[in-house]
């Protein structure tokens, strides 16, 4: 799966840009607060105005504090997937399960540095763990190889059974990154620069997918 970031996008196109790659699985939205994160983007009403603008499921991604209190409105605004960060809450199997009250697949997010193991036993409330690759709060930065160690324990644990979540993984991933990110048992992989800096956007989508596809064979 792959899921363009309009982190990356045309702010003042925003509609247009989802529609240039309308062949993506999920298009993910970085939603920031300027708190949690050193940076502020979007919210929920330009959210609610992408949903009436796209078919492509909304993979809301919330670098911001308090989701107990914000991220349930964006599961019931109609995005198909709303994460949030494993340390921007005390109570996150709460939130979780508020999301997913609310019409929504729920994700678990993890910065670079945190570890995946204090986690293990809660991913079962989860329907998505969303590895970051760089640190959150700005698109364009180098990927982080080391972090595939987490996706690889979770794929273990999906494959053994033990588990049924998504692996997601955001932050770095291009042409030279995304092979690698997949043969750590990476299910969906986030790409902003390196689609939205391309000529055309939706080739870019599917020669990423092929890349993908091709090393999970393998």
């Known amino acids: 799966m792959i899921a363009p970031s309009i982190l990356s996008a045309d702010f003042a196109h925003l509609a247009e840009e989802a529609g240039a790659v309308a062949g993506a699985d999920w298009l993910h939205v970085d939603v920031m607060d300027a708190h949690f994160v050193p940076n502020l983007t979007i ?7 992408l949903l009436k603008a796209t078919e492509i499921p909304l993979d809301c991604h919330l670098m911001i504090e308090d989701p107990g209190r914000w991220a349930p409105p ?9 994460t949030f ?8 199997i ?14 678990l997010s993890v910065k670079p540095g945190t570890p995946i193991e204090p986690y293990l036993e809660i991913l079962r ?8 690759s760089v640190e959150p709060g700005f698109g364009g930065q180098s990927f982080i190889p080391e972090v595939l160690a987490k996706a690889r324990i979770v794929r273990n644990l999906v494959d053994a059974g033990e588990l049924r979540l998504l692996v997601e993984i955001d932050g770095g991933i291009n042409a030279d ?3 690698a990110a997949a043969e750590a048992g990476v299910d969906c992989f ?3 620069s390196a689609v939205y800096s391309t ?14 596809a091709s090393a999970w064979a393998r």
């Open 43 to 49: 919210g929920l009403p330009v959210v609610e105005s």
């Open 74 to 82: 964006y599961a019931e605004a109609g995005a198909h997937n709303v």
């Open 85 to 92: 960060h494993a340390e921007a809450t005390d109570d996150p």
């Open 94 to 107: 709460a939130v979780a399960r508020d999301i997913r009250a609310a019409g929504s697949k729920a994700g």
């Open 125 to 132: 409330e989860f329907d998505t763990l969303l590895v970051m």
């Open 177 to 179: 990154t995304i092979e």
């Open 190 to 192: 986030v790409a902003g």
């Open 199 to 212: 000529a055309d956007p939706g080739a870019t989508v599917e020669k990423l997918r092929r890349q993908a």
